[in-house]
């Protein structure tokens, strides 16, 4: 059997140098109150590795309390006897340092604690019962019983356990009740999101529709004028080669008819000799010039009414054409024009509902300056409107100049003046055609930049998207603060007045020292900043009155915290960073409050550093370790994150995000000029190819007609006074175009300040997103409304030209009739006066033939002539009128060609747009009524989100895998509860097994105290954790509980219990200190006597003052105090009851 054999104590406590011999059994130890006897036990349980300062009870409650006055160093060894004894010493220094010898042999406290536990000698709440320990058993109510039994079976550390698994169950439910709310969230988004990704396909499958239907109509209509201009053409050249060809025949009856009327006038001349022989010659020559005048001038009449006659039914079948065409054109421009407004209502309704959204955000301020920035983008779209439509007039009239320029050549060429134009033509098609590849090369770099930027815009929508979802939850990483929130949202209304800010809006610092800054001020970060305590106490009673809560204050008039004098010096120590109040930018305003904040903490770069300056200046690491001087340390993870780095994420978010905003804007605003430059870029394109098919078609007929001759100067004198006119209206038009440029670029300039403005504006992320949909839709109107405004712009134009014409045909008329009238007034009064004249003609002639028959040959040759002259003359009156319908067939077919050239210019510039198309299989009724019902449906579905369906996709992953992780969560809770499970049954079972063995030893050892039956119960065995533990004695066949006996049995009764429970784990030696003070003399008797029988194989060490206790010990000291000390002397045991009274303590 293990037992201590000695005992050397060296400046322990009350004991300067003592050496105590021990032998196996009952130990006792007497003496006066003070003497230092429990010192005795202390310096057993000290050398045998005791850590509990509470246990060893040393002075002053430091460790250095354990070390007598005046010493530097206290020690005190054990040896132990019987099997395998062994020698423990344990040293400590004034410092709080110690040591550990195991047989002279320098060792660890694990190393003697476990040689201790194979020996059966360690020491613990299984073998001491220490002062007041049996007291406290005998006040203990039942159910404070069995939590003993808990306690020594190690149920409470299940108990620890269950709490751990049940906090674990808790975390893992609420999980799953936050997961199961962002289901419903999500799901209830996903749906909302379902939607607007059904409305965002048909609103694709609506708008690719509608293109098509306008493609279709454009490329119908496109295929129609360029067969129309192209037959314009091949008619025109026709018609040319017809002109020149009837110009050539009426050219060889001049020469013949000339040729003949000179050979008649040889004839005439010798019959007028011969009638003037005769008498007659004077008046035949009078009667025949007057006839033949009168003939010409009747022919040169009938000329001229059949010209008239069929430049007068030319002149009424374009009339017929051109009011026609006017009707289609003003109804096209009446659906354009009613459709432009009625997107300028939506327009308008779409202005109204972003002024709505504005309105509420920013403030008044922000509201008058989004206010002016609507009204400027109204101006800005009525001036690039009116802009386009100027520059449109331009291009549209100096293309009709030059068309008209090229007629009014072709006239001067035609008489005369227009040599070379032949060579003009083919230069200005040169010309044409290297600009035209130009333009080919300017509109590919425009396209190609258009593509680049339609590329990158859909990444700044995702990019945008992605930081809009991550700013939530950055957001409730970064710590809410609803006292804090009162405060600073009051101060921004005007409510309160005198608050700056927290202390981290304050200042500014390097990332890397967040978590030194976090740990080192705590809560002080989100202190708040006051002009004065009046400021201060004005916001406490603001969250008093609101109910926000509680929040601190630092009024800037306190006074500075200056360093203290003695922490300066370990700022240039080893691994010192210097302190925060230098690493933290601030206004110098401030000085105080942060003084007070960061001023006595130094940055460190380790823990080791702070570990070698702990206790002299307070420390923070880089790693948010934080050593204050008092010794406290605080030290872990933040958790999920840092609620300063999220503050500083949330930051850099918001400034990414503005940054992708901005870039954004300026990327649509340049898609939007791209698109706009593209588009006159694309008119430019097609008006030259126009032009240069013109011109080709042109060259094509000069070089089957090169010299046209014709009298056309009241045509020339038109088109001169026309193309003053034009020249007139493109001045005007470019000068009003240009003043609208300067007004465009004033408004800009205007609206890019007003932006600036707006963008120091806080707007919230649903208002902004909602802003961005609307104004998407907004520009998107605006768009197709410039478009049918140009449309309606171009009709009106078309008209314009088409009514001047139709003015000018009707004023020809007019002229003609009267012409007419009086051209066939004229030839009735010449075929009246030729055949006056033919009748006297003929009798003069009867009269010449009689008078001389020489003439007979000469008249007859003149008759014959007269005959040919006239049979050309009818031949040549035919030839002029077909010459002259030519004529007017060219003029109407060239005017044909025009209006198709510009209307084909205009079209293929729209054409550009819908080029991918495929065309569909209806006709135009059915498209123009399907293009319609599209925009009717398209007009209700309103704003739409075009980003829903990508969305919709991605918070479909999202729910997906927030459903994962409930089912995850659900096999983590299984999981759990199983555990609880296994622990509650665990626990039982252990619980039962401790209560037996206790039970059992309580019984035994009942019986070295009392007769009869001791036994342990439980008042409700079905319920163990709720039940209490009852002390029950049976003697003389009667039932007693603990309760119900003395004062003195209750005591031994307790002692017993305790003493059943320490004997749960048997050791080789026990300590009770003063176990027995409870006790009267009788169950102190059964005390010694049970102590007597346990004492055979146990030893037991006893502080005690009861002579029955000493009286039944093996070996008594006695334990005295002597200057100041304590000192061991052997008892007698007949000296016992004396040594044991009451005796004052000596004085230290």
Known sequence: MVFIKELSLRNFKSFKSVDIKLTPGLVCLAGPNGSGKSNVTDAIRFALGEMSLKQLRPEGKKASGLIRRGAKHAQVGIIFGGEGGVEVKRAIRDDGKMAYKLDDKHATRTSVIETLRKLGADVGEHNVIAQGEVDRVVKMNAKERREIIDRVSGVYEFEEKKKEALSELAKVESRIGEANIAISEREGLLSELEKQKDEALHYTELSTELKRAKGTLIHSELARLEKEFDGSAKKTADLQAKYDQLQHDLEMLEAKTSGLEAERAKVASMINEQAGKEGLREELERLRTEIESNSRLKL???????????????????????????????????EAEKQAKAIAGEVGAGEKERARVLSGAGGKRAAELRKRHAELMRQLEEKKGASLESESAVVRDSEIAKLKEAEL???REELGEGNGKTEELELSLAELKAKLSGFAKEEDDVFEREKELNKVLPSYDRKILEIGNKLPEIRMTSGKRPAVDAVLSASKSGQLEGIIGTVSDTCTFDEKYALAIEASAGPRLHYILTEDIDAAMDAIEHLKKTKAGRCSFIPLNRKISELPADAVQFEK????????????????????????????????????????????????????????????????????????????????????????????????????????????????KATLEVKVRGIEIELESFNAAREKKKGLAQRRSELEADLGKLRSSIESNGKKAGELKESLSRIDSELASISKMLESQEMPQEKAEELALIEGKINELSEKRRELEGVASSKKTEVKLLEENTAKDRQELGVAGLSLKEMLAAISQLESAIETDSDVLEEKEVKLKEASKKMTALYEQQQQMSAEIEKFSKEKGKTQALFNRASNDLGEVKSTRMLAETRLGD??????????????????????????????????????????????????????????????????KKAVLNMIQEIDGRKAEIFLQTFRNVDENFRKIFNYAFPGEGTLLLDKPEEIFDSGLQIKVRVDGKDHYIEAKSGGERSLLALLFVFSIHSTKPASFYMLDEADAALDKENSKKLADMLKQLSKNAQFIVVTHNDTVLSSADIALGVTRQDGASKIVGIEFKKVAAASAPVQAPPA
């Open 907 to 972: 079209l293929k510039a729209e054409w550009v747009e819908y080029k991918d198309i495929e065309p569909m299989k209806l006709s135009k009724d059915e498209l123009e009524d399907r293009m319609r019902e599209v925009e009717g449906q398209l007009s209700t579905l309103g704003a739409v989100n075009m980003l829903a369906p990508e969305q919709y996709e991605q918070k479909g992953k999202e729910l997906k895998e927030k459903k994962d992780i409930i089912g995850k969560l659900g096999e983590e």
């Open 573 to 684: 120590s080893q691994g010192a960073l210097g302190f925060l109040i230098n690493l933290v930018q601030f206004d110098k305003r401030y000085t105080n409050a942060l003084s007070y904040v960061f001023g006595d903490t130094l940055l460190v770069s380790d823990a080791a550093t702070a570990k070698r300056l702990a206790g002299k200046v307070r420390a923070v690491t880089l790693e948010g370790e934080l050593f204050e001087r008092s010794g406290i340390i605080t030290g872990g993870p933040f958790g999920q994150t840092s609620s300063l780095k999220s503050r500083l994420e949330l930051e850099r978010l918001e400034k990414e995000m503005d940054e992708v905003q901005r870039a954004k804007k300026a990327a649509l605003e340049e898609l939007y000029s791209s698109r706009e430059q593209l588009g006159l870029k694309r008119r430019e």
């Open 409 to 411: 050549g072709d006239i």
């Open 300 to 334: 040169e009449k009938a000329r001229q009414v059949d010209e008239l006659k069929a430049k007068n039914k030319a002149v009424e079948q374009e009339l017929r054409d051109a009011e026609s065409k006017i009707a289609v054109s003003r109804k096209e421009m009446g």
